[in-house]
Structures are given as C-alpha cells and as structure tokens.
C-alpha cells in the first residue's frame, strides 16, 4: 500500500473511532428498538391477545365506527382529525382514533374495547424520538442516522482487506480477534441494509427541519403549502358545524375506481365542520411506497390521488422511505431478515465499542467503571425493556414506562459505576436471558393467548434465548485454548546444521 492510501487507512480508522464513540450508547439504543419496532403490529396483538379480531371492515361498517367515535367526544374538545385503521394481515383489528381516544372496532362497526397497547408505543416513540421532544428527537435521530451511515462507509474504508476477509472468521480464536472478526463480518454482510435504513432513516428525521427551512424561505412560514406538492393539498378550513361525512360512499367509490387498492387508513379532516373532507390511504400491490392518498369531499365524491405511487419522481422517493426503513413490505419473510440484520447491527455497534476498551485495557489506560458502565448499556437496554413489560402488567396501560425505561437504565449505571466488578456480561446476559423466558411463560399462563399468531411470539421468545446460548457455547473459545495474552506457542529461530 503506498503512503498515502496508509494515510486514509489512519485517518478513516480515526475518524471511525471518534463517530462511533460519540453515538455508540444512542445508537445501539436505536438499532436495538428498532429491530422490536419491526413487528409492531403483531406486538400490538401480543400486549392485548384478548381483543376479537376482525379481517375485514365494511364501508358501512367504517360509517358506523366514524359516528360511535365522534359521539364518545361529546361535550369536549372538537376533534381535529379522525383515524381509522382498516385490518390487515398482520394486524386484523379496526381501530378508530379521535383526539380524546382510540378504540378497537367490531365487525358491526360498534367500538368493543380501548386500544391500549401502551409498551408498543412506548418502544415506538424511544426508536423514533428517544422520549424528546418529538421534533427534537427527530432531528437527533436524523442525524445519527446520518453518524452510523459514516460509520458503515469509514469501518470499510479503515479496512482494505474487509471485502476480501468477508467469510474469514475465527470465532474460536482470541477473545478480541474473534470478537473484531465479528464486528467486521458482520459490517460487511449487513452494509446495504445498514444504508438503506439510516439513509433512510436520516430523511424521515431530518425532513422536518428541510420543510420548515423551506417554509421560512418561500412560503411565509405556512407548512402546509410546502407539504403540497409531495402529499396534497389540504383543503380550506370553515369551522361552521355540518353533519359528518359519507366515508361509505368514499369507500365504495375507491373500491370502483381502484379495485387494486387495499385502503388501510380513512382520515376525516375536521369532521363535523364544512370544511371537513375524507382522505383514504390505500396499499398497492407490489409496491414499495406506502400506497396512495386519495381524495373525497363530505359527500363521498372523488376528487382524486396525490399520485404518491405514480406522480413526480421524489413523490415516488418520499413515500418509499418509508417502507424501505421500517420493512413494512413483502409480508413475515422480510419482518424475519429485517430483524436478523437489526440484531446483527446491534452486534456490530456493541463490539465496536468493546473493542475500544479493550484496546485502552491493553494499552494500561482501561477503566473497571467504563467497562462496567458499557456492559450495563448493552445488556441494561434489554433488561429495561423487559422490566417495562412487568410495569405495563401489573399497573396497565397508565404505567409510568417511560420513566422506568430510564430509571431501570440509570440504576444500572449507578451500579456499574459504584459496583463495577459486580456489573459482569456473563451475569446480565444471564439476566436477559431468563428475563426473556419468564416474560414468554408468564404471557402464555397469565393471557393464556388463543390465537397461534399471538402465541408463536412466546414460542419465540423462549426458543431465542435457547437457540442464542447454543450458538455461543457453540462459538466459544474452548477451555484449553491459550489467551491473547499467553500465545498458544513460541516460534524458535530454525537451527542451520
């Protein structure tokens, strides 16, 4: 290698080292949510395995579930937008929302029940916000994104050999060469999907500050007007009182006009106003973005798409991010890859700083309390998780998860800085471990889930930890192998005769 290609190496591997130092902790957070928040929607299922399930919602019945839910707001706060969920595969349950509540819906339309799935959102809001500031914590999320893209791109540039090493692992070896040995396997195998979901997830963050900036400049600070030209226009607004819309004829007439779209949400623009109008989300097959938008007034007449699935070029780009950074396409196989590679870059984020302390332990610099501190993030992170699941079962859905996702995570901190030689891998893995069965068992005794879907999470649940400890033991350096700090043997010169 010439000198100046040693020089990039140097600087890349440095550049590398302070990215990954700096949002490592944050990272491994995200990339550890975000690997749940893959399966939201059967996680939704799973936390409230009681409610009755529904495949499909007729427009009639849509109209129904509209009027129930505006009537459950009477004498408050006018709503200024109405949800509903139509059901689907992976979540067969209607839901309408309001802004003073949600409720699951029956076939009939009726509501049958409050949606209270509050771990789920509360895993969704830490992936995608950190418990900011919602706008705030887009940003910060932005733009780690945007950290663990350099990351990706430095640890190949830090590493001639890395493509060409890509299925030379020595699990069995040293500690920190088989550990090193992962971190770069696996940064290879899992590089295009790593960019994929923080490009991706850099646009979804950081979108708001680009349209906000765009709104200061050109349109007088009037979002909408910049939001238009990608997802429509929102029509003018009177707050006069009118009866609520047909959003049974609007779904009879996009049944009609566009037999190939799956509506998966209908939104109700200021209902009971005349300025209300009627939005319906609908899936397209084999598609990447989302779906499409289409129009109607409060009688149900079309006023047509946003074109999301066949406009302008960056209409198309926008409304495939989406699906692209969350997986919400090709069914349960993606869902599967998805998570896989998910855990496999909390593998890469975790090592990346393991292999830093250990060099600064090898060098006479490390730090018992640092160490410490960076194994309760690893393994704390999960074990919080965990720990919110038995708050959300026993105080129900008003349980204060939040704070004990950051209570839980900050005690082991405080362990692991008081108590740093107490605070090991092996013991928190152990914990993590179990905690993932008994949480599994106790679903399963407790709820008792009678739907397979629901209950192949347990199974799950209790076979992944089993199966992750096999594969360890499997990978772990034997008894008699010598460490790195004792070779396994003394090369002497060759004695000529």
Not at 156 to 168: G, N, Q, S
Not at 173 to 184: E, T
Not at 282 to 310: H, I
């Amino acid at each position: 290698m010439t000198v100046k290609g040693q020089l990039l190496v140097r600087r890349a591997l440095g550049g590398h080292a302070a990215l990954g130092l700096l949002a490592g902790a944050l990272l491994y957070i995200i990339a550890l949510t975000g690997t749940v928040v893959v399966i939201h929607d059967r996680l939704q299922r799973w936390e409230q395995p009681s409610i009755a399930e529904v495949a499909t919602l007729s427009p009639a019945a849509a109209q129904s579930a509209m009027v129930a839910a505006m009537a459950q707001g009477a004498g408050k706060p006018a709503t200024t937008h109405l949800y509903l969920r139509m059901p689907n595969v992976d979540l067969p349950r209607a839901v309408v929302t309001t802004d003073t509540g949600a409720w699951y819906v029956d076939e009939g339309g009726r509501l049958a029940g409050r949606e209270a799935h509050a771990w789920t959102e509360m895993v969704i809001s830490l992936h995608e916000y950190l418990h900011l500031p919602v706008n705030w914590g887009m940003i910060l999320v932005g733009m780690l994104g945007v950290v663990l893209a350099a990351l990706a791109i430095t640890g190949v540039l830090a590493h001639p050999r890395i493509v060409r090493d890509a299925f030379c692992l020595r699990a069995r070896h040293d500690p920190q060469i088989a550990r090193a040995d992962w971190h770069n396997r696996l940064g290879v195998w899992t590089l295009p999907f790593v960019l994929a979901v923080t490009l991706t997830g850099s646009f979804i963050g950081l979108s708001s500050v680009g349209y906000s900036v765009l709104a200061k400049a050109y349109t007088g600070g009037d979002l909408e007007r910049v939001y238009a030209p990608i997802y429509g226009a929102e029509a003018k607004s009177d707050p006069a009182s009118a009866a609520l819309p047909d959003i049974r004829t609007a779904l009879t007439t996009l049944a009609a006009r566009v037999p190939s779209a799956r509506p998966t949400y209908v939104i109700v623009h200021e209902p009971g106003t005349r300025g209300q109008h009627v939005q319906v989300l609908g899936e397209l097959p084999r598609r990447l973005v989302y779906g499409d938008s289409y129009s109607f007034d409060a009688a149900g007449r079309w006023m047509g798409p946003a074109g999301l699935s066949d406009g302008a070029i960056g209409r198309q780009f926008a409304a495939s991010t989406y699906n692209l950074h969350f997986g919400n396409f090709g069914g349960l196989m993606v869902e599967v890859a998805y998570m896989l590679l998910g855990l496999a870059l909390c593998v890469v984020t975790a090592t990346g700083t393991t292999l830093w302390l250990t060099k600064r332990r090898r060098r006479g610099m490390g730090s018992d309390r640092l160490d410490a501190s960076w194994t309760a993030l690893v393994w704390g992170t999960p074990l919080a998780l965990i720990a919110t699941l038995w708050l959300r079962a026993a105080a129900g859905a008003d349980a204060p998860l939040v704070a004990g996702f950051w209570g839980g995570l900050a005690l082991l901190l405080v362990a692991a800085i008081v108590w740093p030689l107490a605070v090991t891998p092996v013991r928190l893995r152990g914990a993590t471990l179990a905690g993932l069965v008994a949480t599994a068992l106790g679903h399963a005794m407790l709820l008792r889930p009678a739907v397979p879907a629901v209950l192949a999470i347990d199974v799950v649940l209790v076979a992944g930890p089993v199966l992750v400890w096999a594969v360890y033991r499997r990978f772990q350096r034997a008894p008699e192998r010598q460490t790195f700090d004792k070779p396994v043997a003394v090369l002497k010169p060759k004695v000529q005769a």
